[in-house]
């Protein structure tokens, strides 16, 4: 018996000791190596009856109801409070035998001294349509004559250089020129056009449309080779020739730009891409 009971005494602290290590153990173990026990939630389940949802819809239609109208309240004022548009004053156009000094006041050129005569607009187009087939009719230009003749410098017997002094005769006009912008006469352009229609009429050609002309003109004139150097010309007779075949071969209105000189050529050349494109 007192071995047995020596046994007991000596496994109670034993266990005490192995109860201890265990609840230390569990204490300080990590998050991730404990187990949670499952949490039990208690649901209580409702029943909806059709009569609980018929209480609902009405709210939800009266609110509908409230939102449609405030939205139509709303946009009411705003097409209220909206200007009505304004249309454009239209431009009173004046008669062609009474529009030189309108058709000059439209592109500042006023005060030039270098626009001389009448019926500005019937010159213009019947210059335009002229120069559309190549030619030249100065007698139709509405412009000072040049204040200095033609000049050429022999180089032999039968040979002449077409003098640079030429071309400062014209540096007033292609500087007034090309100053204008060409969004200003395209508008122009397209403003009088019943004008220029009648114009038009009055040279008996009634499938000749003013567009087309300017437009062939234009081309005519972007298309001229531009010449660098020394021109050399010839007098077979009493008028000036190009030697060159190539240069003699082209388009009276097209040599005349070329008698302009380089630079004005130039000059005027960007100018007139600048009109065409947007014609």
């Given amino acids: 018996m007192v071995n047995n009971q020596s046994q007991s005494s000596l496994l109670i602290p034993i266990i005490a000791l192995v109860a201890v290590v265990a609840g230390?153990?569990?204490l300080f173990m990590p998050e991730s190596q404990t187990e949670q026990a499952p949490v039990v939630v208690e649901t209580t389940t409702e029943m909806v009856t059709e009569?609980?949802?018929?209480?609902?819809?009405?709210?939800?239609?009266?609110?509908?109801?409230?939102?449609?109208?405030?939205?139509?309240?709303?946009?009411?004022v705003e097409v209220a409070v909206l200007p009505a548009p304004k249309e454009p004053a239209p431009i009173e156009?004046?008669?062609?035998?009474d529009s030189d000094s309108w058709v000059l006041e439209k592109v500042n050129l006023s005060?030039?001294?270098?626009?001389?005569?009448?019926?500005?607009?019937?010159?213009?187009?019947?210059?335009?349509?002229n120069a559309a087939k190549g030619e030249v009719t100065y007698n139709q230009l509405p412009l000072k004559p040049l204040t200095?003749?033609?000049?050429?410098?022999?180089?032999?017997?039968?040979?002449?250089?077409?003098?640079?002094?030429?071309?400062?005769?014209?540096?007033?006009?292609?500087?007034?020129?090309?100053?204008?912008?060409?969004?200003?006469?395209?508008?122009?352009?397209?403003l009088t056009s019943p004008l220029t229609k009648q114009a038009l009429n009055s040279l008996g050609d009634d499938s000749a449309n003013f567009n087309s002309d300017l437009?062939?003109?234009?081309?005519?004139?972007?298309?001229?080779p531009l010449v660098v150097g020394d021109i050399t010309?010839?007098?077979?007779?009493?008028?000036?020739?190009?030697?060159?075949?190539?240069?003699?071969a082209l388009a009276p209105i097209q040599k005349q730009l070329i008698r302009t000189g380089p630079t004005n050529q130039e000059k005027l050349q960007n100018w007139f891409k600048q009109i065409r494109a947007q014609l």
């Fill in 24 to 26: 230390l153990v569990f």
């Fill in 215 to 224: 437009k062939a003109s234009l081309d005519l004139l972007i298309e001229t």
């Fill in 148 to 190: 200095s003749s033609f000049s050429a410098v022999a180089k032999s017997d039968d040979e002449y250089i077409l003098s640079s002094a030429n071309y400062s005769r014209y540096d007033n006009y292609v500087s007034t020129i090309t100053q204008l912008p060409a969004e200003k006469i395209v508008k122009l352009i397209e």
């Fill in 93 to 97: 156009i004046p008669e062609l035998e």
């Fill in 233 to 248: 010309l010839i007098a077979p007779s009493a008028m000036y020739q190009f030697k060159d075949p190539k240069l003699e």
């Fill in 111 to 129: 005060n030039t001294v270098l626009i001389e005569g009448s019926d500005l607009l019937s010159q213009l187009v019947t210059f335009i349509h």
């Fill in 51 to 76: 009569t609980d949802i018929a209480k609902e819809i009405p709210i939800i239609e009266e609110v509908v109801t409230e939102t449609t109208a405030i939205t139509e309240t709303l946009t009411e």
